[in-house]
């Protein structure tokens, strides 16, 4: 199993930057990617940012130019850098792991999640 412990989150205002920590511990080896969501109230749970294990990132539209994803493998610690916040990023932060089984196949963790509130 995997544990994921998030932090980072507040209170800032429009135009503002945070940074964002996603904590693992557990099998932390068998972890395949990290993810980033968001989830507003009212709205969906949408996927920000993924980096795996290869190195490889992906960032969907809603973060692509604000937002980086990176981790420290010593720490099993992936971060989102968030900048030029706008209200619309309000939500609540989550991360996600993707774990490999040892039945080949993948399970995911999630973590509970930070709250981000952008004030205009």
């Known amino acids: 199993q995997v544990q994921l412990v998030e932090s980072g989150g507040g209170l800032v205002q429009a135009g503002g930057s945070l940074s964002l920590s996603c904590a693992a511990s557990?099998?932390?080896?068998?972890?395949?990617?990290i993810a980033w969501y968001r989830q507003a109230p009212g709205k969906q749970r949408e996927l920000l940012a993924e980096?795996?294990?290869?190195?490889?990132?992906i960032y969907t539209n809603s973060a692509k130019g604000r937002f980086t994803i990176s981790r420290d493998g010593a720490k099993n610690t992936v971060y989102l850098h968030m900048n030029s916040l706008n209200p619309e990023d309000t939500a609540r932060y989550y991360c996600?792991?993707?774990?490999?089984?040892?039945?080949?196949?993948?399970?995911?963790?999630w973590g509970q999640g930070t709250q981000v509130t952008v004030s205009s």
């Open positions: 996600d792991a993707e774990v490999q089984t040892s039945f080949g196949s993948t399970q995911n963790y």
């Open positions: 557990g099998s932390t080896s068998s972890i395949l990617a």
């Open positions: 980096i795996r294990t290869s190195g490889n990132i």
